[in-house]
């Protein structure tokens, strides 16, 4: 019903910069929240940052004042841009996001497939 794809990831050094985007597509009324989450290998799977109604944002200590959540409400889309990386951000990114379907009162939550984020000398 609803695919969001992830895109931007990618080999880079540290003190690097690097802009992930995620497209959400197919039967979707509305997105409440959409977000970034990832993991790094023996480790779970954590919150990056955040976006609510396209305006609220959260963001993970370890990231704030490095990374930055946006949205385009328009075309159903949210960027993580990341300065100054570290090797600690090596993961595997995931967009995620709150969905209103095309049924007014279904709403879902929803998964990327992921990108490998890698910062290493």
């Known amino acids: 019903q609803v695919q969001l794809v992830e895109s931007g990831g990618g080999l880079v050094h540290p003190g690097g910069s690097l802009r992930l985007s995620c497209a959400a597509s197919g039967s979707i009324r509305s997105i409440t929240a959409m977000g970034w989450y990832r993991q790094a290998p023996g480790k779970q799977r954590e919150l990056v940052a955040t976006i609510i109604s396209g305006v609220t944002t959260k963001y993970a200590d370890s990231v704030k004042g490095r990374f930055t959540i946006s949205r385009d409400n328009a075309k159903n889309t949210v960027c993580l841009q990341m300065y100054s990386l570290k090797p600690e951000d090596t993961a595997v990114y995931y967009c995620?996001?709150?969905?209103?379907?095309?049924?007014?009162?279904?709403?879902?939550?929803?998964w990327g497939q992921g990108t490998q984020v890698t910062v290493s000398s």
């Open positions: 995620n996001a709150d969905v209103q379907l095309d049924i007014p009162t279904m709403f879902d939550n929803f």
